[in-house]
Nanobody
Framework: QVHLMESGGGAVQDGGSLRLSCEAS????????MGWFRQAPGKERAGVAA????????YYADSVKGRFTISQDNAKNTVYLQMNSLKPEDTAMYYC????????????????WGQGTQVTVSS
């Protein structure tokens, strides 16, 4: 059974930075794509960033381009999300995901999810 464990969420002020980590219980090459989704209260879960585990390609939602960076350390079975210049509208529960395919920053097909980590940005 696949487990994804997120860490690194927290509360920061407008303009601050956080780095999220997602460690998989299996080799990241087991998945074609890994990435991050977020869900704010009353809103749908949406893809924020994704990466191809084998090829290094990365994909971002327009709202985070230039501020967020996704990276991976396959030796540690871990994917990271570096979030800079955070804004109050980035406040959400952030979920790590792993899966078969993608459309932009959204991972599609059979997917595995982490339990989520809260990010709160205050103005």
């Amino acid at each position: 059974q696949v487990h994804l464990m997120e860490s690194g969420g927290g509360a920061v002020q407008d303009g601050g930075s956080l780095r999220l980590s997602c460690e998989a219980s299996t080799n990241t090459y087991s998945f074609n794509y890994m990435g991050w989704f977020r869900q704010a209260p009353g809103k749908e879960r949406a893809g924020v960033a994704a990466c191809a585990t084998g090829g290094g390609s990365t994909y971002y939602a327009d709202s985070v381009k230039g501020r967020f960076t996704i990276s991976q350390d396959n030796a540690k079975n871990t994917v990271y999300l570096q979030m800079n210049s955070l804004k109050p509208e980035d406040t959400a529960m952030y979920y790590c995901a792993a899966g078969e395919d993608h459309v932009g920053a959204d991972i599609h097909g059979r997917r595995y999810w982490g339990q989520g980590t809260q990010v709160t940005v205050s103005s």
